[in-house]
């Protein structure tokens, strides 16, 4: 009788805990993320909109005559293209990508494109992972993402550091969209952790940007490595506000209702301070830039601005009921919103007529400001308690000492995986005998649970 009688009290508390979450959601817009931060500035976004074109050039079968060009054009020398690989090539071990040696702003990109809906190994890549499973230096990450980011490396480290020691001024930039924004984001995190693998490049000489990141480590890190990684949302792109796991999302097509009732109860009954006290959890990576172009209660699309910070709460954490959550997470609609972003700093700074003195001194205090959120940054999340937050100089506004790098724990744990078993590029496949020196050092870095 008793069991009867609380059937009606448990249905009661459901219905309540749904109610909250959907008035919670409802009342929720994609603007409301970043109306605290400040505003980005020309210098620090002016990459954005040249790195999406890149990404959006790996889709192209030939670059030299474009099917999907967006307005302008590319804007990319086909001579400069040193590598691109495709599927066939990476048996699925990575997405597709290219290989940039961009002369006219010395720089050595490695651009890698998002998820193919019609490959299964993409969806491998991202279900290849469970919370809490696998550690990096001194916390979590997506464990199919850091395979193949471990897999890349491996064989492309050689050409990345002949690169390096041909143009020892040039920066080093990773990039990708979705699936392989959270690729770019590893391939930084191992990079910068074994720079001596690649000629010694200064810390403030690598950089990463992410296209609509998948949450991929945990807050520790994002705030630790904000000074490498930067991460693009544009309004209300559904990927960095997905703080459950993916493998679930792509499982719950059948039983959706169930997904909705287990998000309804542990919103309502798990207090964010334990959210973000829990080690595990995985966040969209590095400084966020959010670019925002829709406001509430009006139609249509407004001059688009950008906002900019380096959060501790607050790191997209509520899903926007929203139409264009999922066209706001295509990277074509990022590249125009951004281009006209950029257009209106540019246009901004023309009307006030600023002197190449200022601007200089602008950037001074760009880097300035950055720095002192970043360790403002650092300072919050040590009040969470979260392991392994030191601070190191600013890495991409200003330089950085070696000695800060001497800081990083070193997870001497044995890794059973050897990612450079097999090479396969073009038609040729390669068994390599003994474990490469990035394999090695990525498996001090690595802990298995």
Request: net charge negative.
């Amino acid at each position: 009788m008793s069991l009867v009688c609380g059937i009606p009290l448990l249905e009661c508390v459901y219905c309540l805990a749904c109610a909250r979450w959907a008035w919670k959601r409802c009342l929720h817009t994609g603007e409301q993320d970043s109306e605290r931060w400040g505003y980005a500035r020309r210098e620090e976004f002016e990459p954005v909109p040249r790195l999406c074109r890149l990404i959006l050039s790996v889709y192209e079968d030939d670059i030299r005559n474009p099917k999907w060009a967006p307005l302008g054009g590319y804007g990319i020398n086909p001579e400069w293209i040193l590598k691109k690989v495709t599927y066939e090539q990476t048996s699925g071990r990575s997405p597709p990508y290219v290989i940039y040696l961009d002369h006219e702003n010395c720089d050595i990109v490695l651009a890698i494109r998002g998820l193919n809906m019609a490959m299964e190994s993409d969806y491998a890549m991202l279900w290849d992972n469970k919370l809490g499973q696998k550690m990096f230096d001194g916390g979590f990450v997506h464990n199919g993402l850091l395979k193949s980011a471990a897999w890349l490396i491996d064989n492309e480290g050689d050409t990345i550091k002949e690169l390096i020691e041909e143009y020892p001024n040039y920066t080093l930039t990773f990039t990708g969209h979705s699936l392989g924004s959270g690729i770019a984001a590893m391939l930084a995190l191992i990079v910068v952790n074994n720079r001596d693998l690649l000629g010694e490049i200064p810390r403030n000489q690598i950089r990463c940007f992410t296209f609509a990141p998948a949450r991929c480590m945990s807050l520790n890190l994002a705030v630790r490595y904000a000074d490498i990684v930067n991460s693009v949302v544009l309004q209300d792109d559904f990927l960095p506000r997905t703080a459950t796991p993916l493998e679930d999302i792509f499982k719950s097509v059948f039983c959706l209702p169930c997904l909705l009732c287990g998000k309804c109860m542990s919103d309502t009954c798990i207090p964010e301070e334990r959210m973000l006290a829990d080690p595990r959890r995985l966040y969209a990576p590095g400084r966020l830039y959010h670019i925002v172009e829709r406001k509430v209660c009006r139609c249509g699309r407004f001059p688009p601005v950008v906002k900019t910070a380096v959060p501790v709460e607050g790191r997209f954490e509520h899903i926007i009921i929203s139409c264009n959550a999922t066209s706001d997470h295509a990277i074509i609609w990022i590249e125009r919103e951004s281009q006209k972003a950029l257009d209106l700093m540019i246009e901004k700074e023309r009307a006030l007529e600023i002197p190449s003195e200022q601007k200089m001194q602008r950037q001074q205090t760009l880097a300035n400001e950055h720095d002192k959120e970043y360790k403002a940054a650092i300072e919050r999340a040590a009040t969470l308690r979260m392991a392994q937050t030191y601070s190191p100089s600013y890495g991409t506004f200003d330089s950085v000492s070696d000695n800060n790098d001497n800081e990083r724990t070193d997870l001497l744990i044995e890794h059973g995986e050897n990612f450079s078993e097999k090479s396969e590029i073009g038609e040729s496949s390669v068994t390599t005998k003994r474990k490469s020196k990035w394999g090695e050092m990525i498996n001090k870095l690595i802990k298995k649970k």
